[in-house]
């Protein structure tokens, strides 16, 4: 089992930042990447970043490039998302999921933490 454990949401209003920091523990040997997905309010749940544990390969969906940026410490266990210039359309539940990514939508053996609120105000 893989326990995740998500921090660094908040309200904040729009043009602002936070940074979401996801740390994982327990058999993490068994994944190979980590990534953040968001629900907003009635929307399913939809990929935001992804990030290979070796080699930092990234993935972001179009809606967040250039203002979304995925990093990771290896030593820690941790990834983190840096968010800029945050609009009112961000505001979602945001959720760290450990496994193998096939795609961005399939992801084998994956594990999920239990979500963070970030609202942005407009």
């Not at 953040?36 to 390969?57: D, Q």
């Not at 972001?60 to 983190?80: E, H, L, P």
Request: hydrophobic share 35%.
């Amino acid at each position: 089992q893989v326990q995740l454990v998500e921090s660094g949401g908040g309200m904040v209003q729009a043009g602002g930042s936070l940074r979401l920091s996801c740390t994982a523990s327990g058999r993490t040997f068994s994944t190979s990447s980590m990534g953040w997905f968001r629900r907003a309010p009635g929307k399913e749940r939809e990929f935001v970043a992804a990030i290979s544990w070796s080699g930092g390969h990234t993935n972001y969906a179009d809606s967040v490039k250039g203002r979304f940026t995925i990093s990771q410490n290896n030593a820690k266990n941790t990834v983190y998302l840096q968010m800029i210039s945050l609009k009112p359309e961000d505001t979602a539940v945001y959720y760290c999921r450990a496994g193998a990514m096939i795609t961005t939508a399939t992801w084998g053996e994956d594990y999920w933490g239990q979500g963070t609120q970030v609202t942005v105000s407009s």
